[in-house]
């Protein structure tokens, strides 16, 4: 009979250290480096096509800041807070660098680093911990407005510094991998209407041209087939200067 339950002992721990390793592996590893397929209708920022879209675009008030402050995500799961750590200190909101030990350790913050390299973080969650660093925040979920007034954003966005306009989307309408993702847009182009994506998953996407519609969808979609919720995009004023206060009848929406 013991050297039964020694064996059940034995094998429940071989179980849980496999259990553990796999976790380690998927959610807490840095990500290897993975490029993916880019899409036809999407233009890679390193393309010749992309680098014309930069030369020719006027609206990049932000894009030398947030390419000098430019912090990829470590984790699966960690767009939010990459994309935090690169918003927060082109703002320059701390008078030392921030870094990813010092963005969770804030007596504002209430989530803790296990949880969101899980789980991601909701783009309402985003907002708070970019408040919680002295940032004040705006937040516009898609469908409580449209893409007129997306497009108007990124318009007022680009033409000062000091601001930045981040976006939570659904890749798989943009024909990427499946994920919900929370990125920073650098730079928008009037003559093809589309957005640079300073995509913080570095390890699998480079810095992407989208266009405004395909980008607006992105944001539109439910976060499930149960849902009409929708993702969005939220304006990070780091001097606090800009509006703190949620777009009217906004709700959750999640990002990973």
């Known amino acids: 009979m013991k050297r039964i339950l020694a064996g059940l002992a034995a094998t429940a721990a071989l179980a849980f250290a496999i259990a553990g390793g ?34 020719r675009a006027e609206a990049t008030a932000d894009f030398d800041s947030l390419m000098t402050h430019f912090v990829p995500q470590t984790r699966r799961a960690f767009c939010g807070v990459a994309s935090a750590l690169t918003t927060l200190n082109a703002a320059r909101t701390t008078p030392t660098p921030m870094d990813q030990s010092r963005l969770f350790d804030s007596p ?35 469908s409580a407005s449209s893409v007129d007034e997306f497009r108007d954003a990124v ?15 659904q890749r798989s309408e943009l024909g990427q991998a499946p994920m919900g993702h929370i990125s920073p847009i650098a730079a928008y182009d009037e003559t093809s209407d589309r957005v640079l994506v300073l995509d913080v998953a570095a390890h699998k996407y480079p810095p992407t041209w989208v266009e405004t519609e395909a980008m607006w969808k992105a944001m539109r979609a439910p976060l499930n087939p149960d849902t009409t919720i929708t993702r969005g995009y939220l304006v990070m004023h780091g001097d606090g200067t800009g509006p703190d206060a949620l777009t009217a009848g906004a709700t959750l929406a999640s990002a990973d």
Do not use: C
């Open 155 to 169: 318009r007022a966005n680009l033409a000062n510094e000091g601001d930045y306009l981040l976006v939570n989307y």
């Open 22 to 55: 796999a976790a380690w592996n998927k959610y807490l590893r840095m990500p290897a480096a993975q490029p993916q397929p880019m899409p036809t209708h999407l233009i890679a920022l390193d393309s010749a096509a992309g680098q014309k879209l930069l030369a």
């Open 108 to 142: 504002g913050v209430r989530m803790h680093p296990l949880k969101v390299s899980v789980i991601g973080m909701s783009l309402d969650d985003f907002a708070a911990l970019l408040r919680a660093h002295g940032a004040r925040v705006s937040v516009t979920y898609a």
